[in-house]
């Protein structure tokens, strides 16, 4: 829903772009053949109007090129800018959250939060990487954002895991979730679980209570303020980046976060 309403927005801003440019060629002095009096005499019909458009766009189809990529470039801008204003705005909902699942050091001085989803091959690609930037900086905070996006087995793996957490399980319930070798199903979910030790009754009930659901729903709408569409995305410092990344540049973006402070 996100990325058709993007696109809808995207394909408006074009459409207006284009009808301001047709206006500019018709008035500027440097559009060849665009005499200002001859069109504020009425003397220029729309036909010849719309033909001289149509001939300057096919003989420099150039300037739409550059003028449709200032507009990307201008959107992206004036996303990230809200993003960060949401993020400072918004720094105990993003990095303190009492209900959101910890993990590495609950006290570290750097914390990097992840949005994800058990069935995003990504995000389990990114799993051994924050295990192991954990593991190399014994001060890195991190909160895990439950973000499932990808249909209803995801919303039955989150809504399981947020359940874990009441068992003291969440850690290695969320590893094992993400060590899968197949779709993260129903199934799938309570076969780990009990391999995992949980009660599983107890989890499913769990799972039912209205504040896990409140959870998920605060975890999507501060994606979507933070422009994250996608997962995974993470936000370390004053840095908000979408999709995967190699552990290079994970502790870099950490080192950054822990500088800045």
Request: glycine share 6%; net charge neutral.
């Amino acid at each position: 829903m996100i990325t058709r309403q993007a696109h809808r927005c995207g394909w408006l801003a074009r459409t207006l772009l284009l009808a301001a440019l047709a206006g500019w060629f018709l008035l500027n002095a440097g559009f060849p053949g665009a005499q200002r009096p001859a069109f504020a005499a009425g003397e220029m019909s729309q036909d010849q109007f719309d033909q001289r458009i149509h001939d300057y766009i096919l003989a420099h189809p150039e300037v739409l090129v550059q003028a449709l990529q200032s507009l990307d470039d201008r959107q992206r801008e004036a996303e990230a800018a809200q993003a960060k204003q949401v993020l400072k705005a918004r720094a105990d909902d993003i990095f303190r959250d009492k209900q959101s699942p910890i993990g590495g050091n609950a006290d570290g001085n750097v914390t990097l939060v992840e949005f994800f989803d058990y069935n995003c091959p990504y995000c389990r690609q990114m799993a051994p990487i924050m295990d192991q930037a954990a593991a190399d900086d014994p001060q890195l905070k991190i909160v895990y954002k439950e973000f499932p996006i990808l249909g209803p087995d995801s919303m039955f793996a989150a809504k399981a895991a947020l359940a874990s957490e009441r068992q003291g399980k969440y850690g290695a319930f969320h590893k094992a979730l993400f060590g899968s070798k197949t779709r993260v199903t129903e199934s799938v979910v309570l076969k780990i679980a009990a391999e995992a030790g949980l009660d599983v009754a107890r989890m499913k009930t769990d799972m039912q209570q209205p504040d896990i659901q409140a959870l998920i729903d605060r975890n999507t709408e501060l994606a979507q303020a933070l422009r994250i569409t996608g997962t995974p995305g993470f936000v370390v410092g004053d840095q908000i980046f979408p999709g995967a990344t190699d552990l290079e540049t994970m502790k870099k973006l950490i080192r950054q976060a822990r500088a800045g402070k």
